[in-house]
C-alpha cells in the first residue's frame, strides 16, 4: 500500500465533532466555528443530531471554507471521536490522508486505526481528571480542552478564542477564567507534545466582511415580528419548535410597550397543530397578524383548516420547517419533502401560495413579506424553510428593512367606506383580480357583518349549493391565485458563461450547494443556465427558461421529485425534459452530489454515437 | 318555513331596551332547524340576554363548529360578524379571534358531537386557558344532521329512536368544566326560558371561560321514552339549585326577596348575580362541593341545573398573557415594527 501523505490545505477542509448527545459539547463546538469565522474565514457548521436528549450519537460539522461554499460539502479531514459508540463509523468516515482526533487516555488497538490517516491522541480524560474534581465540570471542560488543542493544531489565534469566551460570560468573572484556563490547558499540552501545526490550518484572513451568523429559524421569527406578528399559536415539533421560541425571546426585547410593559403580542402553545392553526384563523379573520411554526406530521393535521382558510379566504402564514418524512420519519434529518402536501392541502380542489427562501436572509424577508401577501391575497401563504437552513448557524448576508415600509393589510373595507354605501359582497370580485373585500367584525353597527362559513355561498356570503354560484366562486379563486403569481417573489435566472442547450432549476436550502457545483461543472467543461425558483405559483419565466432549453435538471431534497412534479402539472410540460437529480438520505445535498449526477448525465448525453466511433 | 323571507314590519309599540333597540335589532335568519328543535329556544334566550344587557349587536362575535346546534349563529344576533368554522374546533377559533381583539363579545356555540366528541379536547383547552367567553353547549345526545346516532353526552342505558341501547358512558361536560377551571358553570334546560335568559346574561357579563350546558331535545331523534334527553324526561328529572336574577348598574336591589333566600353575588365588573336559593345548603363558590353535588344527583338520575359556580375574580387569558389594552388588531407598524436602528444592532450581535 503506498504510504498516503497527510492531506495540507489552508482554510479549507472539514472537521467533524462526534459527541454524546447531551455531554456540553454543543457550545465548545459553536465556539470552534465562531472562533475560525473571527480569523475572517468564513464556516458552515451543521448539526447532524438524534431525536433524543441525552445519550445517542450527535456529529457537529464545521466546514472551513475561504472560498465561501456555505453548502454541506461532504467528507471528513478531521475527526474529533470523541464517542465510542460511532468510534468505527467515524474512522471510516476520514477522507484518506485525514486525521484522527481522539482520547488518548485509554489505550486503543492498533486494529481500531486506520494506516492512510495521521493519528493525534490527547489524553484528554488524564487531563480533565488531574484538574477537575466536580464530574460535571469534567465533562464540561473536557470539551474546552479540547477545544484548546485544535486550537494548537490548526494554528488558531487563541487571543480570538479568548475574546469570545469573554463576550460569552461577560459579568460571569469566574466563569470567564476558569474558560481560559481549560482552553490553555489543551493548547499547551498539544503544542508540547504534538507536531503543530498539522496540515491544516486556519489563516487569517478577510473573506466573512459584514455577514451575520444566524440561524433560519430565528432570522425566520424576526421577519415575523417585522411582518408585523402579532399572534403566534403553536405545538412543539422538531425542527420547528426553535423559531416559535426565537419569535418569543425576539418579542421580550422588541415588543414591550415602554410605558406599561404590557405585550403586544400574544403567544400560545396550542394542545396541538389543529388548535395552533385554529387559533391563526380565528386572529387572522378578527384582522391580526397571525402564524404558526410547524413541520410535516404538523401540516398533516392542519389540512382540514387549511381548506378552510383557503375557501373562506382567511389570512393565515404557516413557516414550515420540513424534517425527513413520511410519518414520524427522521424528525431531526432534512428534507424538502412538503411540496405536494402544502401546494395542494386540503380536501378538495385547492392551491396555496409556497415561499421558497434560500437562507436566513430571505428567511427573514419572506417571513415579514408573508403576512403582506396573507392579507393581500387573503389565504394561507407557506414559508417553506428547512431544518438545514432553520437549525444551522448559516453565514449570511445582514438582515435589511426599509424604514418606509407599510404593511399591506389588503382589502378590508372600513366603517366609513361602509358609509359611503360601497357595496360590499365579500366574495364579490369587484376589481378583476378575483380579491374581494373584507371587513372585520365589529366594524359598523348595521352594514359589512357577513357570516363566514366553509359551506358554499353566493358572492353576498349567503349559503347557496347553486352550481353555478358554486363554480362561479371557484373560478374567481382560480383568478385570484393567478394574481398571486405576480406578487409573489420572482425567479432569479444566472445564465453560463457560454450559450447552453442545458439549464437547472433548484430553490431553497439546496442555493450554496448548486453554486458550488456550477463552479465544478464549469471545471468538467459543463455550462447551464441556472433558475432559483422562490415561490409557488409559478411566474411565466419558469415555462420560458424551460421552454428555452433542451433538458432542465431539478435539483431537489426529496425522493419523489416533488417540484418536479407540480412544474409538469402546473405548467403542462412534458416531463421527458425534466431530468430529476434527487437527494433524500436526510443530509444536507452537497455540490459533490449534484456535480456528480449531472456531470454523469451530461456525458452520456454527450457520447459520441457508436456509428461515428467506426468510421 | 325556510324559504318564507322574515318581513321586515315591526309594530310601532315593541319594548325598546337602553340603546333603542327592539329585540327585531337582535335576530338573525329565519331558523331552517326542525319545528320544535330546543336549539330555536335557546337562540330566543340568546336574544333576550343580548336585548336585556343592551348590547350592541355587532360588538359579538359568534362562532360555531359544525353540526344543527353550529348553524344557529346565523339566526340571531344578523348584525353581527359569525363564524361557522371547523367541526370540533370552535373554541381554538375563537381564541385566536379573542387574542386579535379583546374589546368584542364571544359566543361560542357548540353542541355535544361538537364539543364532546371530535372536539372534547379543544373545548377543554379553551376552558382551562380562561379565555373570556360565553361557550353554550346545546346538549341532545345525538347527532342530528347524520341522523340520530349517540353522541358522547347520551347517558349509558339510554335509548335511541331505533331502540339501540347505549353502552358507553356519558362524559358530563358540565363536571369537566368545573374540573378544568372554568370560572363560570351552568347547566339549563332549553324549555326553561325564564332560568336560562338570566344564566347567558350573567355569563356574557362574567370576564373568564363562562361554560353553560343547555339540555336541548331533539325533536327530530331523541324525544322519545328510553331517552334521558327528552322534553318529558328532563322536566320529570329537573334538579334546579337557583335561580339567577342579573342585575345591571349599580341601582339597589328592589325585587322582593324573603328573608334568607338571596346571595348577591358582585362580579368584578360591577355586575350583580341575585341568586334565589331553591337548595338552601347549595353554595355556588365552592367547586368542589359543587362536583360532589353533581356527582350525587346524577347517581340518582337527576339532572342538576342553576348556576353552579361563579368565581366572582376570575381573570382571563389576557390577563396570564399581560396583553396591551388595545386590541392587538388595531396596533399598527408604529408599534409592530421594530425598525432599522434595532435591527442594526441585532446584525452587529451576531457577527
Known amino acids: ?615 | 318555513m325556510t324559504y318564507i323571507a322574515k318581513p321586515k314590519f315591526q309594530h310601532p309599540g315593541l319594548p325598546r331596551n337602553d340603546l333603542g333597540f327592539t329585540h327585531r335589532d337582535y335576530e338573525g335568519k329565519v331558523s331552517t332547524l326542525c319545528a320544535g328543535c330546543g336549539h330555536d329556544s335557546i337562540t330566543a334566550s340568546i336574544i333576550e340576554a343580548c336585548f336585556e344587557l343592551s348590547i350592541e349587536p355587532h360588538r359579538v362575535a359568534k362562532i360555531s363548529g359544525i353540526g344543527c346546534s353550529s348553524k344557529t349563529p346565523d339566526y340571531f344576533l344578523g348584525n353581527s360578524h359569525g363564524f361557522n368554522s371547523v367541526h370540533g374546533r370552535m373554541p381554538s377559533v375563537l381564541t385566536g379571534a379573542n387574542l386579535a381583539n379583546r374589546d368584542l363579545i364571544y359566543l361560542g356555540v357548540s353542541g355535544d358531537g361538537d364539543s364532546a366528541s371530535i372536539g372534547f379536547g379543544q373545548f377543554a383547552h379553551s376552558i382551562r386557558r380562561g379565555v373570556n367567553m360565553t361557550y353554550i353547549v346545546e346538549n341532545n345526545g345525538v347527532y342530528g344532521l347524520t341522523k340520530g346516532q349517540f353522541s358522547a353526552t347520551a347517558d349509558r342505558g339510554s335509548k335511541s329512536k331505533k331502540g339501540v341501547m347505549n353502552n358507553d358512558n356519558a362524559i358530563d361536560l358540565v363536571a369537566i368544566a368545573l374540573q378544568l377551571g372554568a370560572s363560570f358553570v351552568a347547566r339549563s334546560f332549553s324549555g326553561d326560558k325564564t332560568q336560562l335568559v338570566p344564566l347567558i346574561a350573567a355569563a356574557i357579563q362574567h370576564k373568564g371561560a363562562a361554560f353553560i350546558d343547555v339540555v336541548s331535545p331533539c325533536v327530530a331523534f331523541n324525544n322519545h321514552a328510553g331517552s334521558t334527553k327528552s322534553f318529558d324526561y328532563v322536566r320529570e328529572h329537573n334538579d334546579a339549585v337557583n335561580r339567577l336574577d342579573v342585575i345591571t348598574g349599580r341601582e339597589p336591589i328592589t325585587v322582593d326577596y324573603a328573608p334568607g333566600t338571596v346571595q348577591v353575588v358582585e362580579q368584578h365588573d360591577g355586575t350583580r348575580l341575585a341568586l334565589r336559593k331553591i337548595d338552601a345548603d347549595y353554595d355556588p363558590h365552592d367547586r368542589v362541593a359543587a362536583m360532589t353535588f353533581l356527582q350525587k344527583h346524577a347517581a340518582k338520575g337527576q339532572i342538576v341545573t342553576g348556576l353552579l359556580y361563579v368565581d366572582p375574580e376570575a381573570e382571563d387569558l389576557h390577563a396570564h398573557l399581560d396583553t396591551v389594552d388595545t386590541p392587538l388588531n388595531q396596533l399598527g407598524e408604529d408599534v409592530l415594527c421594530p425598525g432599522t436602528s434595532a435591527l442594526d444592532k441585532i446584525n452587529a450581535s451576531l457577527r
Not at chain 1, 525 to 540: E, K, N, T, V, Y
Open chain 1, 1 to 615: 500500500m503506498p504510504v498516503q501523505s497527510p492531506i495540507s490545505s489552508v482554510n479549507d477542509f472539514v472537521v467533524r465533532f462526534a459527541n454524546v448527545n447531551g455531554s456540553g459539547s454543543a457550545s465548545a463546538n459553536e465556539l470552534f466555528a465562531r472562533a475560525i469565522l473571527r480569523h475572517g474565514v468564513p464556516v458552515s457548521p451543521r448539526n447532524i443530531f438524534p431525536s433524543n436528549i441525552q445519550g445517542l450519537p450527535t456529529w457537529y460539522e464545521v466546514r472551513v471554507t475561504e472560498a465561501g461554499h456555505l453548502g454541506a460539502r461532504g467528507g471528513v479531514d478531521m475527526m474529533v471521536a470523541m464517542n465510542p459508540q460511532t468510534w468505527d463509523k467515524d474512522l471510516a468516515s476520514i477522507e484518506p490522508g485525514g486525521y484522527l482526533f481522539y482520547d488518548s487516555t485509554k489505550p486503543m488497538p492498533a486494529s481500531k486505526f486506520r494506516a492512510d490517516i495521521t493519528v493525534i491522541g490527547v489524553p484528554l480524560t488524564a487531563i480533565t481528571n488531574s484538574t477537575y474534581t466536580d464530574p460535571r465540570q469534567r465533562q464540561l471542560f473536557k470539551n474546552i480542552i479540547y477545544l484548546g488543542a485544535l486550537c494548537a493544531l490548526l494554528d488558531m489565534d487563541p487571543k480570538l478564542i479568548e475574546q469570545l469566551i469573554g463576550e460569552q460570560y461577560k459579568g460571569k468573572e469566574k466563569l470567564l477564567s476558569s474558560n481560559v484556563h481549560a482552553l490553555h490547558l489543551g493548547r499547551d499540552w498539544a503544542l508540547q507534545n504534538l507536531k503543530c501545526p498539522t496540515g491544516l490550518r486556519v489563516k487569517k484572513a478577510d473573506k466573512v466582511g459584514d455577514r451575520i451568523f444566524i440561524e433560519g429559524n430565528s432570522a425566520a421569527a424576526l421577519g415575523a415580528v417585522y411582518g408585523g406578528a402579532t399572534v403566534c399559536a403553536w405545538y412543539p415539533i422538531t425542527p420547528s419548535s426553535s423559531l416559535a421560541d426565537a419569535f418569543a425571546s425576539h418579542c421580550k426585547k422588541l415588543r414591550h410597550d415602554p410605558k406599561t410593559g404590557k405585550a403586544n403580542y400574544a403567544i400560545v402553545q396550542g394542545e396541538d397543530e389543529l388548535a395552533s392553526i385554529g387559533i391563526v384563523i380565528g386572529a387572522s379573520w378578527n384582522g391580526a397578524r397571525a402564524f404558526t411554526a410547524t413541520s410535516g406530521p404538523g401540516i398533516s393535521l392542519m389540512q382540514e383548516f387549511i381548506g378552510l382558510s383557503y375557501f373562506a379566504e382567511i389570512p393565515a402564514v404557516i413557516m414550515n420547517v420540513q424534517r425527513a418524512g413520511p410519518s414520524t420519519g427522521m424528525p431531526t434529518r432534512t428534507q424538502q419533502c412538503d411540496i405536494i402536501a402544502c401546494a395542494y392541502a386540503s380536501h378538495g380542489d385547492t392551491k396555496h401560495v409556497l415561499l421558497f427562501p434560500e437562507d436566513p436572509a430571505e428567511a427573514f424577508e419572506f417571513a415579514a413579506q408573508a403576512f403582506d401577501l396573507a392579507e393581500r391575497l387573503q389565504t394561507t401563504i407557506f414559508v417553506m424553510l428547512d431544518l438545514d437552513i432553520g437549525m444551522n448557524h448559516r453565514l449570511s448576508r445582514p438582515l435589511k428593512w426599509d424604514d418606509a415600509r407599510q404593511y399591506d393589510r389588503g382589502k378590508v373595507m372600513t366603517a366609513e367606506m361602509l358609509e359611503d354605501g360601497r357595496d360590499f359582497g365579500r366574495y364579490l370580485d369587484v376589481d378583476g383580480d378575483g380579491i374581494p373585500y373584507r371587513t372585520y367584525p365589529g366594524t359598523h353597527p348595521t352594514k359589512g357583518s357577513f357570516f363566514t362559513r366553509g359551506t358554499s355561498r353566493d358572492r353576498y356570503a349567503r349559503y347557496s349549493e347553486e352550481g353555478a354560484v358554486y363554480a362561479d366562486n371557484m373560478q374567481r379563486l382560480v383568478r385570484k391565485f393567478e394574481t398571486a403569481q405576480d406578487m409573489v417573489p420572482r425567479p432569479l435566472q444566472a445564465n453560463a458563461a457560454k450559450p447552453t442547450k442545458y439549464g437547472v432549476i433548484y430553490f431553497g436550502s439546496t442555493a450554496p450547494a448548486m453554486d458550488e457545483a456550477i463552479g465544478i461543472l464549469e471545471a468538467r467543461g459543463h455550462q447551464l443556465d441556472r433558475l432559483r425558483i422562490r415561490a409557488f405559483p409559478f411566474h411565466s419565466s419558469v415555462a420560458s427558461f424551460i421552454a428555452d432549453h433542451d433538458f432542465v435538471y431539478v435539483v431537489e431534497q426529496n425522493r419523489d421529485a416533488q417540484l418536479r412534479s407540480l412544474i409538469v402539472n402546473e405548467n403542462g410540460i412534458d416531463p421527458v425534459r425534466l431530468v430529476p437529480i434527487l437527494n433524500y438520505d436526510g443530509t444536507p445535498i452537497t455540490a459533490r452530489f449534484i456535480a456528480g449526477a449531472i456531470g454523469d448525465h451530461q456525458d452520456q448525453l454527450q457520447v459520441t454515437p457508436l456509428r461515428k466511433v467506426k468510421s
